[in-house]
């Protein structure tokens, strides 16, 4: 159910780019987070790794849902875990990126079917301690919403775009009539890898 990066995406992540030299120097660019791939992945392991052993198998990335969703793409030797190591590969390539805000649509249904009318939240794993800013949106008739950080963490001439961080998140859905998964949802956000550009979830299917 993923999507394509849309051009407008694409044109944003350019000019966006805190390393890019797109508008550097001028009023309003955006840094990327300040996130230590190193510093990052080893809190990541030490949050989650029950048994101490240095990597985080299936069980153990239930604790860290967005990891547990690029587990299959970041599995760098398919031994159905994650080391420290791979983890903090990953993190240099998408926070050395120098994205610093991008657009992001997530689309939510059951069964198939779009779910309107509910807030999506992106929560940062705590992993990433302060470096990455929530977002959120709502969902229209199609199911989808556009991602966005608060207006605060909006550049003063950008508060009309909705945008959002490149991280990994922890993905909340509320609204009437929701019921969530057993498993927690997540999702990288990462402008290297196109899956994370439109994010979806069927409530009914993923998480169980």
């Not at 649509?105 to 990433?128: A, D, K, Q």
Request: hydrophobic share 40%; aromatic share 4%; net charge neutral.
């Amino acid at each position: 159910m993923q999507r394509n990066l849309t051009k407008r995406s694409l044109m944003l992540m350019g000019c966006l780019a805190a390393a890019s030299g797109c508008g550097q120097g001028r009023p309003g660019r955006v840094a990327a987070p300040s996130v230590s791939p190193a510093a990052a992945a080893a809190a990541a392991v030490a949050a989650c790794d029950a048994n101490s052993d240095g990597r985080l198998d299936e069980a153990e990335l239930a604790h860290a849902p967005s990891l547990r969703s690029a587990a299959a793409r970041w599995d760098a030797d398919g031994d159905k875990a994650l080391s420290q190591d791979e983890i903090a590969a990953r993190f240099s390539q998408m926070f050395g990126t120098g994205v610093g805000l991008l657009g992001v649509s997530c689309t939510i249904t059951r069964n198939g079917r779009p779910v309107p009318n509910c807030e999506v939240r992106f929560v940062p794993e705590e992993f990433l301690a302060t470096a990455v800013k929530p977002a959120s949106g709502t969902t229209g008739p199609d199911g989808r919403a556009t991602m966005a950080v608060a207006p605060a963490d909006r550049p003063g001439d950008q508060q009309d775009l909705e945008l959002m961080q490149v991280g990994l998140y922890r993905v909340e859905v509320a609204g009437p009539g929701i019921s969530l998964p057993a498993k927690p949802l997540g999702v990288v956000i990462d402008p290297t890898d196109r899956s994370g550009a439109s994010p979806a979830f069927d409530l009914a299917k993923d998480g169980r």
